[in-house]
């Protein structure tokens, strides 16, 4: 299987949408799939599916060209910065939302201890708890009232009330003083960042697409087999299980089976739970039902990879009859009946 070594200095842009992505999270990718064009979706599908590790370099340079991107677009009706955070919020894990909310407020003038507000209250406390009461009063000031009172709370009773008195007793300090202190929080704070991530662009992928319809799924599939036959079938084997079947309803399954050879059925339901087996039992005639039990009882032991491979075989023609409009399969909440 093809996988890329990435360097910052030496990225396309494909591959930088490919890690914004994988950064992001599947929420973000998805919606922002829709608004892209067949071809965009299948190169940048394909550079997904080959990454399993994005350094810390790289990841900071597609994130720094992200948030460059968003404050220099002058067009934006709505604000920037508002809309972006909006994003960050609903689609990052916390340290990378963190890691781009600091790569935007390094753009401004910075207030001191800013980086701790987009970290969780329990890792703050960690950084700070050995400080004399004092300074953790110091910092609590700087924080937004809602963040220093979760910080605050998990101190212990004895300490609370010290820290609270220094807070109502704390007034003008040295900004030097500041200043020091809070470059020294962020060199601490930069052993949690983000140094690299570790990521199954495989996995993220095959998510994205059983999200997606039945055409822009073949599309990508279609265009990685003609660049990477390997990298596809690792693809199509992880993305849509044979149990996965059972999501289709009675109408669609009987068109599934009408399309399937017994010898396959019968090899495919070796292994399957007895859900699968009385789902195919009851969308048969009675007599044909009689048959592949038969032919099940007959068939003697069968290698798990005959197995797979009649499974897949099922699988492929459902793909197909979905692609014809033939079958529907629910894919996500988005897409449950009612």
């Known amino acids: 299987m093809t996988q890329n070594r990435l360097a910052p200095d030496n990225l396309s842009g494909p591959q930088k949408a490919a890690v914004l992505f994988l950064v992001m999270g599947e929420k973000f990718t998805k919606n922002y799939l829709k608004e892209l064009d067949d071809q965009s979706i299948k190169t940048i599908g394909k550079h997904m599916a080959e990454i399993n590790y994005i350094p810390s370099d790289v990841c900071n340079t597609v994130l720094d060209e992200f948030v460059s991107g968003f404050e220099k677009d002058v ?101 030097n003083v500041v200043n020091e202190l809070d470059e020294a929080l962020n060199s601490n704070l930069a052993k949690v960042s983000i140094s690299s991530k570790k990521l199954d662009g495989l996995e993220t992928l095959v998510n994205i697409l059983n999200e997606v319809d039945g055409k822009t799924e073949e599309s990508v599939l279609s265009f990685i087999e003609k660049e990477d036959t390997t990298l596809a079938e690792a693809i199509r084997q992880k993305m849509f299980i044979f149990e996965d079947l059972l999501v289709l309803d009675d109408r669609h399954f009987r068109e599934v089976l009408q399309n399937v050879d017994n010898q396959v059925l019968s090899r495919a339901l070796k292994t399957s739970s007895e859900e699968m087996k009385q789902k195919v039992f009851g969308n048969l005639s009675s007599r044909a039902a009689e048959m592949l039990k038969e032919d099940m009882e007959v068939m003697g032991p069968v290698k798990l990879s005959d197995v797979e491979a009649a499974q897949q075989e099922i699988l492929k023609t459902t793909k197909q009859l979905e692609a014809e409009g033939k079958v529907v399969i629910a894919k996500g909440k988005e897409d449950a009946f009612v």
Do not use: W
């Not at 934006?76 to 890691?99: C, M, P």
């Not at 960690?126 to 910092?139: D, W, Y």
């Not at 009172?149 to 998990?154: C, D, K, M, S, T």
């Open 75 to 175: 067009n934006l009706s709505v604000s920037g910065r508002d809309f972006l955070t909006s994003i960050i919020d609903e689609s990052l894990d916390k340290d990378t939302a963190r890691e781009v909310m600091k790569l935007i407020d390094n753009r401004k003038d910075k207030e001191p201890f800013r980086d701790l507000i987009y970290i969780p209250a329990e890792n703050i406390y960690t950084l700070i708890r050995g400080e004399h009461p004092q300074t953790v009063a110091l910092i609590l000031c700087y924080l937004p009232q809602q963040k220093a009172a979760e910080v605050l709370n998990l101190f212990p009773e004895d300490q609370k009330a010290e820290i609270a008195l220094r807070i109502l007793t704390t007034d003008n300090v040295d900004t």
